[in-house]
């Protein structure tokens, strides 16, 4: 079974970073679109960003654009997910997940993706 280990979250001040890691193992993540995304307590999972394949095109979402930068090491089967200026409002389980096509499409969205992590928390305060 494909395998995606996401580590890094934890406790931070607001205006702090973090830099969210995902480890793919089992399967080749060069030929995916990996995404990140986020699910705070009562809310649905939203999408965060997105990487195509060979790293050329990249999404973000509005809340985390000019803050969040996302990043793959193909040749180490690894995503990156690099969090600065946190805010409170950035509290959640973060998760990351492979898409088995290999550009991100016209928006982030869960029901598009096939393998996920079992997520990280970031809790940011303020």
């Known amino acids: 079974q494909p395998q995606l280990v996401e580590s890094g979250g934890g406790l931070v001040q607001s205006g702090g970073s973090l830099r969210l890691s995902c480890a793919a193992s089992r399967f080749t993540l060069h030929y995916y679109a990996m995404g990140w995304f986020r699910q705070a307590p009562g809310k649905e999972r939203e999408g965060v960003s997105c990487?195509?394949?060979?790293?050329?095109?990249?999404k973000y979402a509005d809340s985390v654009k000019g803050r969040f930068t996302i990043s793959r090491d193909n040749a180490n089967n690894m995503v990156y997910l690099q969090m600065n200026s946190l805010k409170p409002e950035d509290t959640a389980v973060y998760y990351c997940?492979?898409?088995?096509?290999?550009?991100?499409?016209?928006?982030?969205?869960?029901?598009?993706?096939?393998?996920w992590g079992q997520g990280t928390q970031v809790t940011v305060s303020s």
């Open positions: 997940a492979a898409r088995s096509i290999s550009t991100c499409g016209s928006a982030v969205l869960p029901g598009a993706y096939d393998v």
């Open positions: 990487i195509s394949s060979g790293g050329s095109s990249t």
